[in-house]
């Protein structure tokens, strides 16, 4: 069975347009994170190469309750609301390489990606998963820290940073904006405004994957859709 992990808070419509994907489940917010980020799948859960699952251990429950036909984990670490407190879970792994500030990475998925030969790289930003939108082909991007350091050793994009909308901050980043199934790729909202639009457009059609848009609002942060 495939999951589709969604925030607590992600819109119906929405919603709705990925019911045909899988079973569609919504995060549950923890309290100690700040308003904005506390339903995010991305901060709350984080799900590893074997299909396991590492996720927030204040709701480990929860997460056992709705992935019942999945091994789910609880995070070493208790999530917080002051940074870095909040970025425990939010990396991604790009074929065999595990990309984050490893100095924050908790302990539990830290270990697991090391003990199966994956070449650890460290970035300063935190927010890794959300800064990056990650497919099996390629990365796109607004960080220019992570396109740096990752430009010599992935096939990574950058694009224009900001103008994606995210709640109580002052704007929100492409991964946290999207999901991928296979070779399609889902935005949350419409980021035709987006000074990037072309250059996403060529990326995309240029390996060949879909888009499909699940809202006519404009492109939002909700935290990554996660296809489990």
Known sequence: MTYVLVAENFP????????????????????N???????????????????????DRDNLEYYKEIFKDKKVLPSHSSLSAKYPGDIHLNAFAFKKIFVHNLKHTDQVILDYYKNRGYDLVNIKQ????????VTDDFVITSDGGIYET???????????HEQIKLQNFNYGFIG??????GKKI?????????????????????????????????IEDYGSIYFI
């Open 186 to 218: 889902f935005f949350t909202g419409d980021f035709s405004q987006h000074s990037s639009h072309e250059e996403i457009l060529k990326i995309i059609n240029k390996y060949d994957y879909e888009i499909e848009i699940l809202s006519k609002d404009p």
């Open 126 to 133: 935190g927010y890794a998963k959300c800064s990056c939108l």
């Open 33 to 55: 994170v700040l308003k904005g980020l506390d339903t995010h799948p991305d901060i709350l859960v984080h799900p590893l190469p074997s299909g396991d699952l590492v996720v």
């Open 12 to 31: 119906k419509k929405a919603t709705d347009k990925l019911k045909k994907y899988g079973e569609v489940v919504r995060t549950k917010a923890n309290t």
């Open 150 to 160: 990752l430009k010599d050793l992935i096939p990574i994009y950058k694009i224009d």
């Open 176 to 181: 946290g904006a999207s999901g991928v199934l």
